[in-house]
């Protein structure tokens, strides 16, 4: 039985720019790939903990809104033959969702705990959605793919409405 | 009796509710349940059989309840069949007695009762033969059934949850709770399901110490020491069945939908601790209200403070029925007899058990050894039971009562452990069936593996919960059991009916809820049916809502000994999922009404829908069929749109196309071996029409492929198959082309795409793209395209047609799409949908699904061109197969009605002039075209019948249509190209 008040936040973040890097072969073994984690379900933040690179899949990168000097760093992987930049604009909408409530609300569609138990972020379908989750500060970030985008909220928010009325 | 006559001691919150009851007001305190509730009034009589009507009170305290069903809520909007001791009361809470008519106490129906024996089992097959069943089926269905359904009811949403723990426990009785802490104690993330309001099982009115304290300070110690642990305590909670690694349990407060929530929970470990099923018996008449199950008596009193009755007599074939005896005493109830089958050397000799009867007798109770309760006598209540001397000559006596309480033994509740290669074996210490051949992660403990004295139980669940943690790795130190005493070992022996007369049986009943008697089971077993899984269904038995909870084994037994065989030969009909009713709703879960399932949209969704677009799910997409327009229907708003391109031009949304972009020094060659012509041939900066075939050759997919740099490609899909092209493709990187320098990038929602399609089209184009598009505009040949920028967003312009006509296609960013869009539209060019797409390609002959079905080859639909280029793609060898070149094989021919007027549609038979029977072929697709002022189509006609001119019959039955048709060439508009390449 819920005992706490049901609290939770779904907010659409503005869409900007986005690009995928990914990797002929992964892992590997160049020695010159350092600041790229080498693990799936990594995620590389800024001194700020903003999201820089989420490694969703084995040798596949979301990067959104990159900076000078994360273009600079795909760029010289590509430059090494050693994958390929895609830009990915507009193929997925930003969500946060925050709050004491995050978790609960997305355990409605999977096991959040245990998919993240062991990374920062996953490539997972969500409500019947395809999409790239992260753990974030106070929550949850969550770029899904931008054509599923209406129905995803529309499942949130009815779930997040039920969630409050149940409590 | 009044309610404050019949209560003490109760657990409940003080407090007062009102509900009604068949229209009579009731109160009831918080925590109540309908049962207790109304018991508390001294209302037995809840209901009627669902065959015999026969009146019907509780039998059981739980959801297994087979009698007291009940209707919740006011018409139309009424739950039916709700087990009484489930539903909380609340406030305002209007329930309704079933079967009944006109009222509860005065049924019409129930005059069947007095055709109880020709009502038997297989009635039904053997009664309504002539003339025939249907003369019968609406009387019998008017009278059948539990309860009746709603007419309308909008259950309340439920919600879901899913989550994973080391170790989940079912079950919160001793067994359970001392798992459940021995696990947690050694580190493991517990879950702990308990399907009732509280825990502790029968605990809760057992005698009992553990460590020193009564049964409810350990029970409270317990879930304290729990929740500090960290283990999730799930109350109200039911595990109702496994699917796909997943253990499904089912949260229902109160027993009504509202609040509920289904829970999908992934355990590396699964202690299945969900106790046993008190047994009844069966003797004549052993229905009436005011006959119950002696657990239950004891739970209504410890609990709800409820005295079921004034004047007791017990049946049961076990020594816990003095313990029982006693403690209804002490709660205030007059106990007149103990009835026990078991024979004086029978019963237990050791001292305490000897005192208690001692003291029981000198109390007054009448304890009456190797004796039964044959009848009860009453009709709307018990008013005596009949007892007779067993194996003996002695005259029935009767005492006046107005309870029966009886109790067979336990039924350990194995049916969450007889799945997943579970096997049931008999249990000689129960006289049941436990689950045994458990596979690895699952542990059955407790009362459900047959174990019914306090100290072993208590053992056993905490070996239990500590050999979980170990097996998840979480070994810390599970403490020690806890030392309990309770209720004696029940030392029963085996009974399962009174001696009756032949003529009687019909009156003793085995499954309450389906009115089966032992009479039905003799009746099945002599027409043949020997197997206890053919005796279930031929009579019913256990497959009401309590799923033979209360009369399954009992039946079982008493097969057992119609047969004159044991019950482990006899063995037990098989539990399926789920172990405990579920509401449809929670099931469905949260795709219900219009989010059936999943709609992508594509940028430009919101204004179709605000410009009339006739929006329809295809495939997953919702797109616009067409934008209707006053006065005209959709087939003649599809026309219109159509013949507006071919006149002056048109705008339609292509965002759902798939687009794929490959990339890498060796995305050309894998495109080479994808596709049925070279990709490695196409020079930057244009596209080209290609064909996917599968491995055995068959046309898999068509799309343009565009060389975006050397090393560079966007390939489209069609719009439905996007997401399986990305599969076939990434599935032949990965086995065939691992660890090769390309990459594969689903870039679908990347790109809006705008067609533009029509005489006006680079004209339009010009003015809303301005002057630095003029160039390219007029410099792009058909199948090239451009990049740049436009309002600072990425703009590719394709000069490419599915109309025939001179088109583009404006690729943009999904931001930039509605802005383009606007422009175009107020530059003058209308919106055209799906249907007038149709129109435009039929008239054309390009293809579709239709003819791209999974069944045609190139060859069938006409490239043969294609397929001399000679690529040694995938499926390219299979294409050489001789029974790919014989002449039944379809080809894709063009059609048109023979007079110029007629009608044909897709899905229509052709047959030739040899056989109007025997199809060569078929329509594919069909339009009413505006250009040419009559039906097209295309299809796919056996190859010896394609010569154009040939005269064929459209046949169409469903539609009561069959035309004349003429094979034409598939291109019926503008064979050349010239128009779209002008």
């Known amino acids: ?167 | 009796m009044n309610e404050a006559l019949s209560r003490t001691g109760t657990r409940l919150r003080p407090g007062a509710l009102s509900f009604t009851f068949d229209g009579r007001q009731y109160t009831a305190q918080p925590g109540d349940s309908a049962a207790s509730a109304l018991l508390a009034h001294g209302v037995r009589l809840m209901g009627r059989s669902v065959k015999y009507r026969r009146p019907r009170g509780p039998l059981c305290a739980g959801p297994e309840e087979p009698n007291a069903l009940l209707s919740v809520g006011t018409a139309p909007e009424v739950i039916p069949n709700l087990p009484a001791p489930q539903v909380l009361v609340r406030d305002g809470l209007v329930l309704r007695s079933q079967n009944r008519w006109p009222t509860l106490k005065f049924d019409l129906a129930s005059v069947l009762r007095a055709g109880g024996g020709f009502l038997g089992a297989g009635f039904y097959y053997k009664t309504f033969i002539w003339p025939s069943w249907r003369t019968y089926e609406g009387i019998i269905r008017r009278l059948a059934g539990l309860g009746e359904a709603p007419g309308r009811c909008e259950l309340p949403q439920g919600a879901i949850e899913h989550c994973s723990c080391d170790v989940l426990v079912a079950g919160a009785g001793a067994a359970g709770l001392t798992a459940a802490l021995a696990a947690a104690r050694a580190g493991a993330r517990v879950v702990l399901c308990e399907r009732e309001p509280r825990c502790g099982g029968e605990l809760e009115f057992e005698t009992a110490q553990i460590d020193g304290s009564s049964a409810l300070e350990w029970i409270a110690s317990t879930l304290a020491q729990l929740r500090s642990l960290g283990v999730r305590i799930l109350t109200h909670t039911a595990l109702v069945a496994e699917s796909c690694g997943e253990l499904i349990a089912h949260a229902e407060p109160g027993g009504l939908p509202g609040g509920n929530t289904m829970y999908y929970i992934r355990a590396r470990e699964f202690i299945i601790a969900m106790g046993a099923i008190e047994r009844p018996i069966a003797f004549c008449d052993n229905d009436r209200p005011g006959v119950m199950m002696l657990g239950a008596a004891e739970r209504y009193r410890a609990h709800y403070g409820v005295q079921i009755g004034a004047r007791l007599v017990l049946f049961a074939n076990h020594e816990r029925v003095y313990s029982a005896a006693r403690r209804l005493m002490a709660g205030g109830m007059n106990v007149r007899a103990i009835v026990d089958t078991r024979r004086v050397h029978q019963l237990s000799t050791d001292e305490a058990s000897s005192r208690l009867r001692e003291s029981l007798r000198s109390d007054g109770v009448e304890c009456l050894a190797g004796h039964a309760v044959t009848a009860a006598l009453g009709r709307l209540a018990v008013q005596a039971a009949r007892i007779e001397l067993l194996g003996g000559s002695a005259p029935h006596r009767q005492i006046p009562c107005d309870t029966i309480l009886i109790s067979s033994g336990w039924t350990p509740a194995a049916q969450a452990g007889l799945q997943q290669g579970g096997l049931a074996q008999y249990c000689a210490a129960t006289g049941a069936f436990v689950a045994e051949n458990q596979p690895s992660g699952r542990i059955v403990t407790g009362a459900a593996q047959g174990l019914l004295e306090l100290t072993a139980v208590l053992r056993d669940g905490h070996a239990a919960g500590a050999r979980a943690a170990r097996a998840v790795g979480a070994l810390g130190n599970s403490g020690a059991a806890p030392d309990g005493r309770g209720d004696p070992e029940p030392a029963a022996v085996t009974f399962a009916r009174a001696p009756a007369p032949s003529s009687a049986e019909k009156r003793q009943f085995v499954d309450l809820q389906n009115d089966v008697t032992v009479a039905d089971l003799r009746t099945a077993l002599a027409e043949g049916f020997r197997d206890i899984e053919h005796i279930k269904r031929y009579t019913t038995l256990g497959v009401g809502t309590d799923q033979g909870r209360t009369g399954g084994v009992l039946g079982a037994q008493i097969v057992a000994e119609l047969k004159g065989e044991s019950l482990a030969e006899i063995g037990a009909s098989r539990s399926r999922p789920p172990y405990h009713p579920v509401t449809m709703r929670s099931i469905a879960g949260f795709h219900v009404g219009a989010a059936v399932k999943v709609a992508r949209r594509t940028p430009l969704h919101d204004w179709h829908s605000a410009h009339r677009g006739m929006l329809e799910p295809m495939g997953l997409w919702t797109r616009p069929r067409y934008y209707t327009v006053h006065g005209l229907s959709a087939a003649a708003a599809a026309v219109e749109e159509a013949r507006r391109v071919r006149s002056h031009g048109g705008i339609a949304d292509g965002s759902t196309l798939g687009k794929l972009e490959i990339a890498g020094p060796e995305a050309a060659a894998f495109l080479d071996y994808l596709y049925l012509t070279k990709a490695s041939t196409i020079k930057v900066g244009r596209s080209k029409y290609m064909v996917n075939l599968r491995e055995d050759g068959m046309v898999l997919d068509d799309g343009l492929v565009l060389r975006l740099a050397a090393d560079r490609f966007v390939a489209t899909t069609s719009s439905s198959h996007g997401t399986h092209m990305l599969s076939h493709f990434e599935h032949y990187q990965s086995t065939q082309w691992s660890n090769r320098a390309l990459t594969i990038t689903d870039v679908t929602e990347a790109w809006a795409v705008i067609a533009v399609a029509g005489p006006s089209s680079r004209a339009t184009l010009h003015r809303v793209l301005g002057g630095s598009w003029s160039a390219a505009l007029d410099r792009l040949k058909h199948m090239e395209f451009t990049d740049g920028h436009f309002d600072g967003g990425d703009l590719r312009l394709l000069r490419a047609s599915f109309s025939g006509e001179l088109a583009y296609e404006l690729h943009c960013r999904p931001a930039s799409a509605l802005m383009l869009w606007e422009a175009l539209h107020t530059a003058g060019l209308a919106p055209y949908g799906i249907d007038a797409l149709d129109i435009l390609r039929v008239e054309k002959g390009y293809l579709v699904s239709s003819e791209i079905n999974g069944q045609t080859t190139p060859l069938d639909l006409g490239m043969e061109a294609l397929v001399r280029l000679g690529n040694p793609c995938l499926g390219r060898e299979l294409l050489d197969r001789a029974a790919f070149q014989e002449a039944t094989r379809p080809r894709l021919v063009g059609l048109r009605a023979l007079d110029g007027h007629g009608q044909f549609l897709a899905g229509a038979q052709l047959t030739g002039a040899e056989s109007a029977t025997r199809p060569c072929g078929h329509v594919t697709s069909s339009v009413f075209s505006p250009t040419f002022g009559e039906w097209l189509g295309l299809a796919l006609v056996a190859r010896n019948l394609t010569l154009e001119g040939t005269i064929l019959t459209a046949r169409d039955p469903l539609r009561s249509s069959h035309t004349a048709v003429r094979i034409v060439s598939p291109v019926h508009f503008d064979a050349t190209g010239a128009r779209m390449m002008a």
């Open chain 1, 1 to 167: 039985m819920r005992e706490e008040k049901f609290d939770c936040r779904i907010d659409r973040l503005p869409a900007g720019c986005a690009l995928e890097f990914v990797f002929y072969a992964w892992p590997t073994a160049d020695p010159g790939l350092s600041d790229w984690s080498g693990t799936a379900g990594a995620i590389r933040r800024d001194p700020a903990q903003r999201t820089l690179m989420l490694h969703f899949a084995p040798g596949r990168w979301l990067v959104p809104e990159p900076s000078v000097e994360t273009r600079a760093m795909l760029n010289k992987a590509a430059l090494a033959g050693l994958g390929m930049i895609v830009e990915v604009t507009g193929k997925y909408d930003q969500l946060s969702i925050t709050g004491p409530g995050a978790t609960r609300l997305l355990a409605c569609g999977i096991d959040i705990e245990a998919i993240l138990q062991a990374r920062e972020c996953a490539a997972l379908t969500l409500f019947d959605c395809p999409a790239v989750l992260a753990r974030a500060p106070e929550g949850y970030a969550i770029w899904v793919q931008s054509s599923y985008a209406a129905d995803f909220v529309t499942t949130a928010e009815r779930f997040r409405a039920l969630l409050e009325g149940g409590s």
